[in-house]
């Protein structure tokens, strides 16, 4: 019994300086900290002339209203693509097929078809052709309100703090015909932004 607590005894004592002489190693480190992750914000805000939304009475074949504007402003901090829809909410099927609409760009001045170089017809047509989901934030204005970072062409996003100005008008197709006759309908405008960071 002597003999085995003996060589347990030596054993042990063996593995301690193995085990001691085997941990002796060379090491280092570095440390990067403070790496922080933060994400940014998606936000449009919808402002306009004085004359949205459109409200018309007495409205016959081939009236139109003035031009008016919105302007899609990124209050965001992220670029974004703006795009546009059209629905109707409630009235007449027959009225609604033979509203017309005009939607460009205001153009270098941010007036309202003057005539001014950057002016450019983004739509001219019946409502109810228009496709949902149109582009309208396309185009390179002087001011910079759209991204120029020479990534491509067209630049078509907005730059956080900027706004891109739309002007537009709508009226009643001068083909129209009596079915249309003292009937109402409503529709909503729809500005999506997309984030883009082409």
């Given amino acids: 019994m002597k ?3 003996a060589s347990l ?3 042990t004592a063996v593995a301690a300086v193995l085990i001691g002489t085997t941990g002796a190693v ?8 403070g790496n922080t992750v933060a994400t940014g914000t998606l936000e449009l805000t ?4 004085a004359g949205k939304p459109f409200y018309i009475t007495d409205g016959y074949p081939g009236y139109t209203t003035p031009w ?3 302007d899609i402003y990124n209050s965001g901090t992220l670029p974004f693509e703006a795009l546009m829809s059209f629905d109707k ?4 099927a027959d009225l609604y097929d033979q509203l ?7 153009g270098g001045d941010s007036i309202c078809h003057n005539g001014d170089f950057g002016e450019y017809v983004i739509y001219d047509g019946l409502i ?3 496709t949902d989901g149109t582009l309208v934030s396309s185009l390179n204005f002087w001011h910079l309100a759209n991204e120029d970072d020479g990534s491509g062409s067209p630049a078509d996003n907005i730059r956080a703090g900027y706004s891109e100005r739309i002007c537009q008008y709508i009226g009643i197709d001068i083909d129209a015909g009596n079915e249309i006759m003292g009937k109402t309908v409503e529709f909503s405008e729809i500005v999506d932004a997309v984030q883009d960071n082409d």
């Fill in 100 to 106: 017309v609409i005009k939607l460009e760009s205001a």
């Fill in 26 to 33: 060379f090491s280092d480190q570095k440390v990067i900290a």
């Fill in 3 to 5: 003999n085995i607590l």
């Fill in 89 to 92: 909410t409630s009235g007449d």
């Fill in 9 to 11: 005894l030596i054993i």
């Fill in 128 to 130: 109810k052709d228009f």
């Fill in 68 to 70: 008016e504007y919105i």
């Fill in 46 to 49: 919808l402002n306009h002339s």
